[in-house]
């Protein structure tokens, strides 16, 4: 358990695991053209945000769109920012609470 050096919170795992058990597989979304947003990540200490489709546990990988430098559909290591967070003791990324699930050209029209 890392502590953030800044608020003083336990730091928290980006996917849950009760979240990561409802994300399809990334296999899974590959080839929808129009995938559903079910998880919303975003920095707080930039401008970065993921809006996640879907999630491999086991790789720590996961499918979504990529808003901001280079946006577009990506797969991106979720697991590396979880770890960055513990690292340097900080929760530079989080989770959007009050997230509601979208279809990917949706957000992206009002990115």
Request: hydrophobic fraction near 45%; aromatic fraction near 10%; charge should be negative.
């Amino acid at each position: 358990m890392t502590i953030d050096k800044v608020t003083g919170l336990v730091i928290k795992p980006l996917i849950p695991k009760e979240v990561a058990k409802l994300l399809p597989a990334v296999e899974s979304t590959c080839r929808n053209e129009d995938p559903v947003a079910l998880w919303h990540l975003f920095s707080v200490v930039s401008d970065w945000e993921y809006f996640v489709v879907a999630y491999d546990k086991a790789s720590g990988m996961a499918d979504g769109y990529q808003a901001l430098f280079r946006p577009g559909r990506k797969r991106f290591s979720v697991r590396d920012y979880d770890e960055l967070n513990d690292e340097i003791a900080m929760q530079i990324m989080e989770y959007d609470v009050d997230f509601v699930p979208a279809s990917l050209s949706e957000l992206i029209a009002h990115v």
